[in-house]
């Protein structure tokens, strides 16, 4: 079984900045992708970014600049630095993590994202 802790969510002004962490615990494949989904009121779930354990990213066009996604393999803890945040940043933010090998996704409980204009 696989769990996924998420922390870092809070209120913030345009312009901040925020980090999110999301620890994974449990029976961990090396070979794993980690990433971060946003989910607004009334919206659909969407990819804000992904990395791979090789290191490889992959970021929505929405967020190209402003976040950075990054992770370390021997803590299985991936992170979202979000800076330039906006209004439209504003959701709950869940941590994904998929095993390739078996396409398993697990998901994280959410953490609110709040940014005021």
């Known amino acids: 079984q696989v769990q996924l802790v998420e922390s870092g969510g809070g209120l913030v002004q345009a312009g901040g900045s925020l980090r999110l962490s999301c620890a994974a615990s449990?029976?961990?494949?090396?070979?794993?992708?980690m990433g971060w989904f946003r989910q607004a009121p009334g919206k659909q779930r969407e990819m804000v970014a992904t990395i791979a354990s090789s290191g490889s990213t992959n970021y929505a066009d929405s967020v190209k600049g402003r976040f950075t996604i990054s992770r370390d393999n021997a803590k299985n803890t991936a992170y979202l630095q979000m800076n330039s945040l906006k209004p439209e940043d504003t959701a709950v933010y869940y941590c994904?993590?998929?095993?390739?090998?078996?396409?398993?996704?697990?998901w994280g409980q959410g953490t609110q994202v709040t940014v005021s204009s």
């Open positions: 449990g029976s961990i494949f090396s070979f794993n992708v």
């Open positions: 994904k993590l998929r095993f390739p090998g078996n396409m398993r996704d697990y």
